[in-house]
């Protein structure tokens, strides 16, 4: 039975789209074989249909726009790339240049050394010096050894050397406040040397000299310190005597000598008394 052409023409869609089933597809072909009017009601909606699917060409000046944006997205997305890396090397730079760039602390950053028995909290510290450095001087550790200043002497003359050394990020940290392990428990800029043979053994060793038994709670007899850092560092077991103890005339000062401290002599003489 052959279909009325308005069915079919209905149907066109679906037999374009493939969608229908087989006996409705082999329906609208026989029909199609058939009939003109519908095979050009056929062609005209597939030409239809193409110039809806099909894009419209861009007009050259929209075209030229399109590159001139591309262009400046590019121009803006190299500059922000530019300006994350130098950002990012500034900052890089500055944080080494912080942690490299060594800082050496003046003997007028010290307020005062003085001998003492006692500690802020009341126990017995015998046998310490007590360093107190000024309000502005960062909370920063302290580099100190003992040496003696004659080679192959049992009863050779031991001394302090002591410097400050730290670097700027250092430096920064402790103004912060950041560096909590000196600031809690060197409140404010207060530190404690001891003065006992024990504490200075192991790094005394190399030198192969040890003084009397009876000495060793007082056996340094003076603390030198060193605004240069590298004189101290400098200091080792090689440098002979001579050398050693010209490097500390020239260049360190004394801040504390046991003979002219009243303090230590008292001290030390209520300690044979008792």
Same mark, same amino acid.
């Given at each position: 039975?052959? @279909? #009325?052409?308005?069915?079919? %023409?209905?149907?066109?869609?679906?037999?374009?789209?493939?969608?229908?089933?087989?006996?409705?597809?082999?329906? &609208?072909?026989?029909?199609?074989?058939?009939?003109? #009017?519908?095979?050009?009601?056929?062609?005209?909606?597939?030409?239809?249909?193409?110039? &809806?699917? /099909?894009?419209?060409?861009?007009?050259?000046?929209?075209?030229?726009?399109?590159?001139?944006?591309? $262009? +400046?997205?590019?121009?803006?997305?190299?500059?922000?790339?530019?300006?994350?890396?130098?950002?990012?090397?500034?900052?890089?730079?500055?944080? &080494?240049?912080? !942690?490299? +760039?060594?800082?050496?602390?003046?003997?007028?950053?010290?307020?005062?050394?003085?001998?003492?028995?006692?500690?802020?909290?009341?126990?017995?510290?015998?046998?310490?010096? %007590?360093?107190?450095?000024?309000?502005?001087?960062?909370?920063?550790?302290?580099?100190?050894?003992?040496?003696?200043?004659?080679?192959?002497?049992?009863?050779?003359?031991?001394?302090?050397?002591?410097?400050? %050394?730290? /670097?700027?990020?250092? *430096?920064? *940290?402790?103004?912060?406040?950041? !560096?909590?392990?000196?600031?809690?428990?060197?409140?404010?800029?207060?530190?404690?040397?001891?003065?006992?043979?024990?504490?200075?053994?192991?790094?005394?060793? #190399?030198?192969?000299?040890?003084? #009397?038994?009876?000495?060793?709670?007082?056996?340094?007899?003076? &603390?030198?310190?060193?605004?240069?850092? !590298?004189?101290? !560092?400098?200091?080792?077991?090689?440098?002979?005597?001579?050398?050693?103890? %010209?490097? @500390?005339?020239?260049?360190?000062?004394? +801040?504390?000598? $046991?003979?002219?401290?009243?303090?230590?002599?008292?001290?030390?003489?209520?300690?044979?008394?008792?």
């Amino acid at each position: 039975m052959k @279909l #009325p052409c308005p069915l079919i %023409r209905d149907l066109l869609p679906l037999y374009h789209d493939n969608v229908c089933a087989p006996e409705t597809a082999a329906a &609208v072909e026989e029909h199609l074989a058939d009939c003109a #009017p519908c095979q050009q009601f056929y062609h005209d909606m597939e030409e239809k249909e193409k110039l &809806v699917l /099909t894009p419209l060409p861009e007009p050259p000046q929209a075209a030229s726009l399109q590159k001139i944006k591309r $262009r +400046i997205r590019r121009k803006y997305i190299a500059v922000a790339l530019c300006v994350l890396l130098l950002c990012g090397g500034i900052f890089t730079g500055t944080m &080494v240049c912080l !942690n490299v +760039i060594p800082v050496d602390y003046s003997v007028k950053d010290l307020l005062d050394v003085q001998f003492t028995t006692e500690g802020l909290d009341g126990t017995s510290i015998d046998g310490s010096l %007590r360093l107190t450095f000024t309000a502005d001087s960062p909370q920063v550790g302290l580099n100190y050894k003992a040496m003696p200043l004659d080679e192959g002497q049992e009863n050779t003359e031991w001394v302090l050397l002591m410097s400050r %050394r730290s /670097t700027l990020g250092e *430096m920064l *940290m402790a103004k912060l406040n950041l !560096n909590r392990s000196w600031a809690e428990h060197n409140k404010p800029n207060l530190y404690y040397l001891v003065l006992d043979w024990w504490f200075y053994a192991a790094n005394a060793a #190399p030198y192969g000299i040890e003084p #009397p038994e009876a000495e060793r709670d007082t056996f340094i007899s003076k &603390v030198y310190y060193f605004e240069d850092y !590298n004189l101290l !560092n400098y200091l080792e077991v090689e440098v002979p005597p001579k050398e050693r103890k %010209r490097i @500390l005339e020239e260049h360190a000062v004394v +801040i504390w000598e $046991r003979d002219s401290d009243p303090a230590f002599s008292s001290a030390a003489k209520q300690k044979r008394k008792a």
